[in-house]
């Protein structure tokens, strides 16, 4: 059976929070595309490679694999069989990923392994443009906002959990630099799907978040 939840939403917004908890209750796939990004990125990064080195890239992107596993309740990212998981979510990877995200040919390749993945299965993927072009049919779509106060803080309680210091301004600056190119790229832009629900979620506990897009992917399953 094929069955598939889309999860889109700015930076620091709790998508994949949430996903992790959809996957867990309905127990579907959890693709989480932003590491698969990442992943991409920390690539580049150790090879040197600049954005503008199409060629590079693309052969980069010919070469690597990307394993995302689910481990003791922990999700593990490999890169060509190696554990990023901590890796992709350094501040070198943060000021980065959004020019490579950017770019057509990684997202084209993204697009490739995802639609591959989900083939055939129960999955729930977030990102930024799941409902709009990875999943234009998806069975639900649903996106997350909240002020980018807000995320900036969700954003330093994420970042000081995994260890990584950073001031409240330059995560606040950090999630405004990340909106501004995510929403204006000229490959898939992050925008809210025509036929996606809107949950704004600034002022929500995750309980309450949580049981908000549960309800909505039990009534859609009922049909």
Known sequence: ???????????GV?????ANLVAEKFGFLNVDTG???????????????GIEE???????????????????????????GE???????????????????ALRIVRNKMLEIQRKIAQGQEVVMEGRDIGSTVFPNADVKIYLDATVEERANRRLRQNKEKGIEMSYEE?????KKRDLIDSTREVSPL??????????????SLEQ??????????????K
Do not use: H, W
């Open 1 to 11: 059976m094929s069955f598939i939840v889309a999860i889109d939403g700015p930076a």
């Open 14 to 18: 709790g998508k994949g929070t949430i």
């Open 35 to 49: 590491a698969m990004y990442r992943s991409v990125t920390l690539a580049m990064l150790r090879q040197n490679i």
């Open 54 to 80: 199409e060629e590079k890239i693309e052969k980069l992107l010919s070469e690597i694999t990307i394993e995302l596993k689910e481990e003791n309740g922990e999700e593990v990212v490999l890169l060509n």
């Open 83 to 101: 554990d990023v998981s901590e890796a992709i979510r350094t501040k070198e990877v943060n000021a980065f990923i959004s020019g490579v995200s």
């Open 171 to 175: 995560v606040l600056e950090s999630v």
């Open 191 to 204: 925008r809210k799907a025509d036929d996606a629900i809107l949950i704004d979620c600034t002022e929500l």
């Open 209 to 222: 978040l949580s049981n908000k897009v549960y309800e909505i992917i039990e009534e859609k399953m009922k």
